[in-house]
């Protein structure tokens, strides 16, 4: 089955910085990747996605990259403000065949 | 219109007790999940169903029994509650593992 892992488990940047937040997955036949954002308290929630045939897709302040040879994909969120601190999950899946396998999460602290 | 919701969003019971949690959608969605999140946030899937169709069972004790009346239903009764069952147990819903994951949010389970 699949499996996704998630690099780095904790990261910290000073309020307007990037922040960078990288998975790699096993099944080569994955071809859905979204991000979820899990603040304190609160359930997962997705704030963006990308499927095989994209390579890269922003929305505004966050964009994700695939690299589908390497079998990679990364999160990356520019800019960032102290609202963007919460735990953010990646996760594969191929579409219709598969539930989502999410990576082991990253805790994301941006100070102020 | 809460689209996912579960009950009891607290318990708290020693062990031994038998508890159960309750998930509906009202999303149309024909697919439901349970995942269970550990003290150090791992989302782990346990349990996939598609039309009321138990798909996916991963490695999970037997004293774990999911029920699906209807597909916007999905029910979790645990049997024999031990320590590590400690966890916030979360339903989410989509369409045929397609697409975005909606949560609930969230059964936050204590055992003593």
């Known amino acids: 089955g699949e499996n996704v892992e998630q690099h780095p488990s904790t990261l910290s940047v000073q309020e307007g910085d990037s922040a960078v937040i990288k998975c790699t997955y096993s099944d080569s036949a994955s071809n859905y990747f979204p991000w979820y954002k899990q603040e304190l308290g609160k359930r997962p929630q997705l704030i963006i996605d990308i499927r095989s045939n994209v390579g890269e897709k922003k929305d505004q302040r966050i964009a994700v990259t695939l690299n589908k040879t390497a079998k990679h994909f990364s999160l990356h969120i520019t800019e960032t403000q102290p609202e963007d601190s919460a735990v953010y999950f990646c996760a594969a899946s191929i579409t219709g065949n598969t539930p989502l396998v999410f990576g082991k999460g990253t805790r994301l602290s941006v100070i102020a | 219109d809460t689209a996912v919701s579960q009950t009891p969003k607290y318990l708290v019971t020693q062990m031994g007790n038998d508890k159960s949690i309750k998930c509906e959608q009202n999303l149309g969605h024909d697919t439901m999940y349970w995942y269970k999140q550990d003290s150090k946030k791992f989302l782990k899937i346990m349990f996939s169903y598609n039309n009321k169709e138990l798909i996916i069972n991963e490695t999970v004790p037997n004293r774990f029994s999911p029920k699906s009346p209807d597909k916007a239903h999905l029910n979790l009764h645990i049997n024999s509650l031990e320590l590590g069952d400690s966890a916030v147990y979360f339903c989410?819903?989509?369409?045929?593992?397609?697409?975005?994951?909606?949560f609930g949010e969230g059964s936050r389970l204590t055992v003593l």
């Open positions: 989410a819903s989509n369409q045929g593992w397609t697409g975005e994951l909606f």
